[in-house]
């Protein structure tokens, strides 16, 4: 697989290698999702909670009597069917929401995505990537200067100055390929790998 290779005002200048096995294969989309699910499940930190009927702060008198009123019977206030009271089925913060994926299915999903990035064009390569100063506007002005607006940047080391260029920018992410993600990769509209991420990427997933 062939891909392009950008300059700094964002045309392709010439084509890289990339490994087959990476960047050019079938798209598996049952896999795909299942892989996306799964990284967003356990990105879940389940620590949301509802309260039993026993644990509403209520009275324990009877709201009214037992015959005559022509409403059904009512014991206590604290009644799942009464607005205010507890839930019958609650959640609770110890709910487990893990996704187990399989290490060959997550890096067959990945470079599932990896490859159809490639084949949709939305999949380029740099030289490199970086700013002189830790200023977000020089990052700012560079993706500009290539013509993007959304992009997530995996290069092969990430300096102090390119991270804190890049993490007040909307809808730009720049991450090292270890922290790469199967969400953010579908995500952003363009994606641009150094040549060094290209060899790590070879390494985890071919």
Known sequence: MQLELLNDQGQATAKVEAPDTVFARDYNEALVHQVVVAYQANARQGTRAQLTRA???HSTKKPFRQKGTGRARAGMTSSPLWRGGGRIFPNKPDENFAHKVNKKMYRAGMASILSQLARDGRLAVVDSIGVEAPKTRLLAAKFKAMGLDS??????HVDDNLALASRNLAN??????RYADPLSLVFYKKVLLTKGAIEQFKEMFA
Do not use: F, S
Not at 151 to 156: F, Y
Not at 172 to 177: A, H, I, K, T
């Open 151 to 156: 992009v997530m940047v995996i290069a092969d």
């Open 172 to 177: 730009v992410l720049v991450v090292e390929p």
């Open 55 to 57: 644990e509403v702060k």
